[in-house]
């Protein structure tokens, strides 16, 4: 079913308003009123939930050829605007009085998005706008504290997602010219009869601009030096939002534009997977700067969540796993850098004797960290679950053990991280009281969407 109406796209108009009211007012309120820009910003996001629950509830359909309103976006936009709602809540009490305080808002929701579109791009065109709104607004998002750290951070990050982003435009040529369209439907259709190695090419090429999207490897680098040395409700932002819209475009584009067995996807994309979540694991192990621990945590995630984009295709249980898995890990990345927000430290010693100074903080971190291990009853422990059970039923049995086993050895560095919770403290806590809210909802949260699976994975 195809529309044109643009009140389909209600959510995304939402978020486009707000962002555009809020520059607006930015330009003339004085400095010390410029948080009624964040109050724009998140009626805007809450807004946007708002008619993205009723929009998930109606039937599929495509909006202007290009956009594709099903599960796989009513799950990308429900994500990202809440996560990005949170964020907005750990970067208030950090950029207030700011003078650009305004444009920091307006940046964190064009990036959001871009990455929503992203998820919903059913065109390879779309595809690359979507792509480049939700990567320029991070890049003055990751240099925005003009330090030393802030600045190299972003260089890097932008340098990266230049190189690979003409990489992506070069294959999503190539496709274009071999498979005589740009829509994924006839995409499908045209890549079915085309040379298999001219096809395998442009495949390689656009999937360079999406793992790094995703912060996987071979694009994962900039994925530690961005999350250490931007500031810290960016670094969350970054290590969440984009990730889920491109984890959404990359199942989209493997389950509709490509046909079965197209340039051996399922090989490719299982041993991606394989050597991001082994290799992030490896390198987490020695991190004492939880903000780097943190960083290279999410790159052994994205590990998993290319598991389901693997099967995509293969079984039925891809497309649930991989939208509950998505889920899960945005909530609970999300919660762990609010505590690292809100306790104010980087390093693990700083941690000691969290859980008595400050146990509902304390607490939350324990989730959100058993969480990444999919520790029931939290919500990645469903999402792994769902992801095993993809892994097997598609035939690849290999890669869902070298999942288990690289689950089983994350338990080290995050235990490296739990433990000194239980020391004696230091001295007195005192957490960043908006900060500690977002990391004891996401917590809880995470708590309910593991609980409540059955109900949520029925409807």
């Known amino acids: 079913m195809t529309s044109e109406n643009p009140a389909d796209l209600a959510p995304e108009l939402c978020v486009l308003i707000a962002a555009v009211l809020g520059l607006v007012n930015g330009l003339f309120l004085p400095r010390e009123r410029q948080w009624r820009v964040a109050v724009v910003c998140a009626a ?58 305004s444009e920091h808002y307006v940046l964190i929701l064009l990036a959001a998005l871009g990455a929503i579109v992203l998820g919903a791009a059913s065109d390879l065109l779309v595809l690359v706008a979507a792509y480049l709104l939700a990567s320029i607004p991070a890049y003055a998002l990751a240099g925005f504290a003009k330090d030393a750290p802030g600045t190299e951070a972003a ?6 997602s230049a190189l690979l982003g003409v990489f992506m435009l070069a294959g999503v040529t190539l496709l274009f010219g071999v498979g005589r369209g740009t829509d994924y439907p006839v995409l499908r259709a045209g890549l079915s009869g085309a040379p298999p190695a001219a096809v395998a090419v442009g495949v ?7 793992l790094f999207k995703a912060g996987a490897v071979p ?35 493997a389950a509709e534009a490509l046909p079965p067995g197209a340039a051996g996807w399922a090989a490719l994309v ?7 979540m082994t290799l992030g694991n490896l390198a987490a192990f020695g991190q004492d700067n939880v903000r780097r621990l943190l960083a290279y945590s999410t790159v052994s995630q994205a590990g998993y969540l290319l598991v389901p984009v693997t ?27 609010a505590v690292v927000l809100a306790h104010g430290r980087d390093d693990l010693a700083g941690y000691a004797g969290l859980m008595r100074g400050s146990p509902l903080l304390g607490l ?17 422990f469903v999402g792994k679950v769902l992801m095993f059970g993809a892994a097997l039923d598609g035939g690849y049995g290999w ?6 086993v690289n689950s089983v050895a994350s338990v080290f560095y995050y235990l490296r991280w739990i433990v000194p919770l239980f020391r004696r403290p230091d001295g007195p806590s005192r957490p960043a009281a908006g900060a500690r809210a977002v990391a004891v909802a996401a917590a809880l949260f995470s708590l309910a969407l593991g609980i409540g699976s059955g109900l949520a994975l029925t409807t």
Do not use: Q
């Open 270 to 276: 299982a041993v991606v997977a394989a050597v991001t």
């Open 44 to 101: 805007g996001l809450v807004a946007g939930l708002a008619v993205a629950g009723v929009a998930a509830t109606r039937a599929d359909l495509t909006v202007f050829d290009s956009l594709a309103l099903d599960p796989i976006t009513h799950v990308t936009r429900i994500t990202v605007l809440g996560a990005t709602l949170g964020v907005l809540v750990l970067a208030a009490g950090r950029v207030r009085d700011h003078p650009r305080e």
């Open 399 to 404: 890669l869902a053990v070298v999942a288990a």
């Open 155 to 160: 260089l890097k990050y932008y340098l990266m």
């Open 219 to 253: 694009g994962h680098f900039w994925v530690p030096d961005v999350t250490e040395g931007a500031p810290p409700a960016i670094a969350a932002f970054v290590t969440t939002v984009p990730k889920i819209g491109a984890f959404a475009a990359l199942y989209r584009f």
């Open 311 to 337: 099967m995509a295709g293969r079984t039925g249980l891809a497309e649930p796993a991989l939208l509950y898995y998505v889920a899960a890990y945005a909530v609970t990345n999300l919660g762990a850098f």
């Open 364 to 380: 939350s971190l324990v989730v959100c960290l058993l969480g990444f291990v999919g520790t029931p009853p939290t919500a990645v």
């Open 204 to 210: 390689v090429a656009l999937l360079a601009g999406l």
